[in-house]
């Protein structure tokens, strides 16, 4: 996102908020990147949050570092008027999407975090809306399970879970850059 040179609008699928202040004064962390990128990028003028468990984010709307920020929590997912109202009417700028994995359920994707609640036809569908409204400009995916020392047969399972995720994510980003991705 620090390459963008045009406005732009983040839309962040996480069941985490990553808007903690540091622990130590100037680290950069997957905990605080979305305040540092609120402070720090001229060109993002909107922040989404889309997915967000009850100990994150408990307001729908505010600002954050002078940049709005709106809310929309994974148990709003389901809801097309919660999207509309949060995302789809107010989404006004090519998007950047970062997506974290976390933000799936367990049988969509595998982390080492608590799990949303997403799967992957409501994030699909979230998606093809965001391409059918405004241009994508870029996408990261994040959220892989870390092979953990003695149990090399829940990373084999993890990683493949993730690797068909990935695979998804990469088809989706595909069509919407070709434009075949309208809904």
Same mark, same amino acid.
């Given at each position: 996102m620090e390459r963008i040179r045009t406005d732009f609008d983040l839309v962040l699928f996480d069941h985490h908020s990553d808007m903690q202040k540091p622990a130590l004064e100037n680290i950069l962390s997957c905990g605080n990147w979305v305040r540092w990128s609120?402070?720090?990028?001229?060109?993002?003028? $909107?922040?989404? /949050?889309?997915?967000?468990?009850?100990?994150?984010?408990? @307001?729908? #709307?505010?600002?954050?570092?002078? +940049?709005? &920020?709106?809310?929309?929590?994974?148990?709003?997912?389901?809801? $097309?008027?919660? /999207?509309?109202?949060?995302?789809?009417?107010?989404?006004? @700028?090519? #998007?950047?999407?970062?997506?974290? +994995?976390? &933000?799936?359920?367990?049988?969509?994707?595998?982390?080492?975090?608590?799990?949303g609640l997403m799967n992957m036809r409501e994030f699909e569908g979230i998606f093809c809306k965001i391409a059918a409204l405004q241009k994508i400009m870029g996408m990261d995916v994040c959220g892989e399970f870390p092979p953990l020392y003695g149990e090399p047969f829940r990373f084999r399972y993890a990683n493949a879970k993730n690797s068909r995720a990935n695979r998804y994510l990469l088809r989706l980003w595909e069509k919407a850059q070709s434009g075949t991705n309208h809904s």
């Open positions: 609120a402070g720090m990028l001229r060109c993002l003028r $909107q922040i989404f /949050l889309v997915g967000t468990g009850k100990k994150s984010e408990s @307001r729908s #709307a505010f600002m954050l570092k002078g +940049k709005p &920020v709106s809310v929309i929590p994974a148990q709003e997912i389901s809801s $097309q008027s919660s /999207l509309t109202k949060g995302l789809f009417s107010r989404i006004r @700028r090519p #998007a950047y999407l970062s997506v974290d +994995k976390d &933000v799936f359920r367990k049988d969509t994707a595998s982390t080492n975090w608590d799990q």
